[in-house]
Structure formats: C-alpha cells, structure tokens
C-alpha cells in the first residue's frame, strides 16, 4: 500500500496568523489565533528567531502579525522580528484591553493569549518606534538627566552634614542654597573637631566635584551629537522665547520627527499638556494635566513657560487672561502653546516669529478682499 507525507500537504499560503507575545527575560509565552482560533500555544527562549523558526515550521507560507508590551526589552526584539518578516507591533501595557477577571487572574499564557486576541480584533495600536540611531540619542539625554539627580543628591548630602553641625557658610561667600565654587573653595580651609569629620566632609565635597565635572561632559557630549544631527532644527528651537539649549536638546532628543504628529491633540497628549477628564451623563469631572506622558519633557516644558511669560508680551497676555482663575492651569495652557510654536518652527522651517499670527489673519484677509474684488469685476464684465 502506497504511504502518504502528510507534512509535505501543509500549505497557509496567505493566511494570516496573529502572535501574542509575553516577553520575559529567560522565556517567551506565545499564543497563536487564526481565523477567530487559538491554534497553537508553547513557551520558548527568549528570541526572535526560534520563534520564527517554530512558526514557520508549524505553519508555512503563513502571514504573521505580532505583539508584545513595551517594557524592559527595549526595541530589539521589535527590530528583529521585522527584519525576519513578521510584523511586529510594540504595545503600551495599559492599551491592552482586561477585564476584572483577567486583571485578578494575571499568567503569562492569560497575558499573551489576550494579546493575540486583541491583536487579531485590531484593538491594539502599536507605539511610535524610533529609529535605533535617535534611541541611542535619547539614552545620551536621559544619561544627562540621571546625573543631574545625582549632582542633586551630594549638593543635598554636603548641604545636610553642614547643618547637622551647625556649620553656617557666611553671606560674604554664598547667601543661596546651591553650593557654589567659591563655598567650596572656602569648606576646604574648614576644619572640623576630629579627623573623621574633615575626612567625611572632604570626600562630600570630592564627589560633589565628579558628579558637576560628570553632568558638564556629558551635557557638552550631548550638544555635539544634537548638533552634528538636528544644528537646522536646534537653531529654530533656540529662537522660541522661554527654549533653551536644554530644553532644545530635549525636545530633539525625545520627539526628533515632530511631523509625525498630524492632530495637535495627540501632539500635546503626548506631552501630558491635556485635561484629564472623568465624566458620566451630565457630571463633568476635570482632573487636571493627565498622568499619562513624556515624564521627561512635560516638566522642562513648565519651567520654559515660567521664562518665556517674563520675555514675550504675547505669552504674558495669554497667561494673564487666564491666571485670574487658577494662575497654575495658566501656566499649563501656556506651556501647550509652546509646546505648539516649538513645532511649528520646526516643520516650518522658520524662526519665531512674534506677531506670525497677527500677521497671518492679516495675510488671510488681505486674500480675502483680493478674491471679492476679481469676482466683482468679473460680474461686472
């Protein structure tokens, strides 16, 4: 009797299979669906390509779409599951919809099959992914941003053995609560009652030294990467009141394509710079700036609003006629109208501009008479 290979008959030429993916750092959950079906469920190492390996093997000439949250991983299991063909999306965590129960019965195989699920009903919608050279720019910022915390900490720790005893630094060398060159110059000739103390407060003032010397390099290392990349977009930037180079170089560092956002709303959501409302028939609840944003972004934002409302009349009107009511939600639509000018310059192509506008209402009625006037003339003849 003649034996049959059923194996060589598989064929999913074209069909489609959806891939939730639970990703850990020893181990992958992969649940499988297609056509409404879960089909396939197994825990594998964590990588890209035994999962491509597995699935083409169980299903060949298969199309395969596939999901995992954004977490510790990073991008690169993203980047190559693309390069091996299958399209990938990174999903925030909280946009993966769960119900009470799957919130109180929380397993790898409930977390990847609801991500296959979701995936194959089209509920979820992938993050922005940055390009691996702007990432890379973005860990060089955020590297700045963790030793300025720690420069914080020993100006703090220095400051708080100074009080504890007693040691008050005379207005004639500093009257301000940052510890300056010259208050370190003058600490050094200080000598406290035993040798334990001057040792300690010598190595306070010795790690004070490394971190400023730490947070100036890297900072100078950062502007020359901004720079070398983005000098058209950094000089625009500079050009809008209350941005600075700090500041500049965030907004780059963080955002780099700003046309990427079409709908200003998802611009300034992005930066937490949106109500948070909570609303039910005909209660309306406002509870602020939403806690959802760039963490990163939306506190240099503020302090530039702060800078820009002492330097642009246009702003300070703006955050006048608000700040009758609650002078820090004033501040708030100030820093979102930055935010929006911010973008402005830099999809345009052109500095700021104060009266743009003004200018602009006066361009659009200009074009306005200009139109009345050829259709006049054309009843007329």
């Not at 946009?95 to 977390?111: E, G, I, R, Y």
């Not at 709303?265 to 710079?273: A, C, H, N, Q, R």
């Not at 959802?292 to 972004?297: A, E, G, I, S």
Request: charged share 25%; net charge positive.
């Amino acid at each position: 009797m003649p034996s049959t290979n059923l194996q060589n008959s598989i064929d999913f030429n074209g069909q489609k299979f959806y891939v939730g993916l639970d990703v850990h750092k020893k181990s992958w959950s992969v649940t499988v669906r297609s056509l409404e079906r879960q089909v396939a469920h197994f825990m594998q190492p964590p990588s890209a390509d035994t999962l491509f390996s597995t699935l083409s093997h169980k299903f060949p000439g298969g199309i395969f779409y596939s999901a995992y949250e954004a977490g510790f991983c990073g991008t690169g299991h993203h980047e190559r599951l693309c390069s091996l063909g299958i399209i990938n999306i990174i999903v925030h965590p909280a946009d993966v919809p769960a119900t009470d129960k799957q919130k109180k019965n929380k397993t790898d195989l409930h977390d990847s099959r609801s991500i296959a699920e979701h995936l194959e009903k089209k509920n979820l919608r992938g993050i922005h992914v940055l390009l691996r050279d702007q990432q890379e720019l973005r860990s060089l910022f955020r590297l700045r941003e963790s030793k300025v915390r720690d420069v914080t900490r020993a100006n703090n720790r220095l400051k708080s053995f100074l009080f504890y005893y007693g040691i008050e630094i005379p207005a004639a060398v500093s009257t301000r609560e940052f510890i300056s060159k010259k208050v370190l110059d003058w600490l050094g000739n200080l000598e406290l009652a035993h040798e334990a103390g001057t040792i300690t407060k010598q190595e306070l003032m010795e790690e004070l030294r490394y971190q400023r010397k730490q947070e100036y390099r890297i900072t100078k290392l950062l502007r020359k990467q901004v720079q070398d990349n983005h000098n058209e977009q950094y000089t625009l930037l500079l050009s809008v009141p209350g941005i600075g180079p700090i500041t500049a170089m965030a907004l780059l560092s963080e955002i780099a394509d700003f046309s990427r956002f079409d709908d200003p709303d998802d611009y300034v959501s992005f930066l937490g710079l949106t109500p948070w409302n909570d609303s039910s028939g005909d209660v309306i609840r406002t509870k602020g700036i939403q806690p959802r944003c760039n963490t990163h972004l939306r506190p240099m934002l503020v302090e530039a609003s702060w800078v820009a409302i002492r330097h642009t009349p246009q702003l300070f009107a703006y955050y006048s006629k608000h700040a009758a009511k609650n002078n820090k939600h004033a501040i708030i639509k100030v820093a979102r109208r930055l935010a929006l000018i911010a973008k402005g310059v830099v999809v345009n192509k052109h500095p700021y501009q104060p009266d743009y506008l003004q200018n602009k209402k006066n361009e659009e009625k200009t074009a306005k008479k200009l139109r009345q006037t050829i259709k006049q003339s054309s009843q007329n003849e």
